[in-house]
């Protein structure tokens, strides 16, 4: 019978990314302020999903400082394409610009403010992608509107499926014939909270 590492949370905690200086700050600044960012393995995961899909267009619910916009944004700019992050908390929005500009990703993302359902529903379909990070328990709510814009072979990432407040979420998406769903239950060092799941999802 093979056996995993002793230890594997700090086995898997030394190997996280830890060569970027504003990452780090925003890292820092979220444990400082109790804000529940990403952290930097689903932040690099994030960019590895855009950028190996190719995705040009994507599409983020929830902004807080920008930390997953900065991931999302750096694929986007090397796809040639665009990001457009919903926050509706006003100094968010202005953090989170203030942070894309020093990354230099400006002219990659589009920091609307506003409450996610409002501007959803004025958008137009065709994106690549769709990183959903709003409130646990407006998931289900979010997504038939998510179906709507994701053009079909879309990606859906959902964040924090392992709240109690997902649980309609994960009932819907894997009851819905119109999503190809996977669920995983991951150690996620740096993530709030670091044992968490996350959804994967093919708009079909
Ligand atoms: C978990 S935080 C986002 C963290 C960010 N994605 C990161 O990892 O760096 C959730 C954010 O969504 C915002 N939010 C929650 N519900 C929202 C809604 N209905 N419309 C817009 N923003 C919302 C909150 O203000 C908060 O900043």
């Known amino acids: 019978m093979s056996k995993i590492v002793d230890e594997p949370e700090a086995y898997f905690s030394q190997f996280t990314r830890k ?10 600044e979220a444990e400082t302020e109790h804000i529940p960012i990403v952290g930097p393995v689903v932040g ?9 899909s190719g995705a040009r267009s994507i599409l983020e ?12 944004a750096r694929a986007c700019a090397l796809n040639a394409g665009i990001l457009t992050t919903l926050e509706h908390d006003p100094a ?7 942070n894309l500009e020093r990354a230099g990703l400006a002219d990659r993302a589009k920091i609307v403010c506003g409450d996610a ?20 328990a407006d998931y289900s709510r979010a997504l038939p509107e998510c179906h709507r814009l994701l053009r079909p072979g879309g990606l859906l990432v959902a964040d924090n499926v392992a709240f109690p407040d997902a649980d309609p979420f994960n009932r819907a998406i894997f009851s819905d014939g119109g999503w190809r769903p996977v669920s995983l239950l991951a150690f996620l060092p740096g993530h ?6 996350l959804c994967l999802a093919l708009r079909c």
Request: glycine share 6%.
């Open 19 to 28: 060569d970027d200086p504003l990452l780090q700050e925003l890292e820092l």
């Open 44 to 52: 690099e995961l994030l960019f590895i999903l855009s950028r190996a």
């Open 61 to 72: 619910l929830g902004t807080a400082t920008g930390y997953s916009t900065i991931f999302l």
């Open 92 to 98: 968010f929005a202005a953090r989170a610009q203030k």
């Open 117 to 136: 359902f409002a501007e959803l529903s004025r958008m137009k379909s065709g994106f690549d992608l769709i990183f959903m990070d709003i409130d646990k």
């Open 192 to 197: 709030s909270p670091e044992r968490d799941g």
